[in-house]
């Protein structure tokens, strides 16, 4: 059974960082590419960063702030948050691109 656990959220000011994580098991992780969402309430959930063999994308709103990564011998894939902004408020969740596989998410509160 595939399970994505996240962790990491909680409240952060603006201008601050935040380390959010994302545990994979049940898959074969390694061949894997790995990717994170986010949702506001109301909002439609938008894609943040994705991470393959390659390398790394981002959506424009978080390029130069947010930084991907992973551990495969940990089988688990992060989002290192800087210089966080009001409109980073958000639950954050990880998938597996192209399936129906998702975490429940972990909750970003940035305050003023």
């Known amino acids: 059974q595939v399970q994505l656990v996240e962790s990491g959220g909680g409240s952060v000011q603006a201008g601050g960082s935040l380390r959010l994580s994302c545990a994979a098991s049940g898959i074969n992780y390694n061949a894997r590419n790995m990717a994170w969402y986010r949702q506001n309430p109301g909002n439609q959930r938008e894609w943040v960063a994705t991470i393959f063999s390659g390398g790394t994308t981002y959506a424009n709103s978080v390029k130069e702030r947010f930084t991907i990564s992973r551990d495969n011998a940990k089988s688990t894939v992060y989002l290192q948050m800087n210089r966080v902004r009001l409109e980073d408020t958000a639950v954050y969740y990880c998938?597996?691109?192209?399936?129906?596989?998702w975490g429940k998410g972990t909750l970003v509160t940035v305050s003023s």
């Open positions: 998938t597996i691109p192209g399936t129906n596989y």
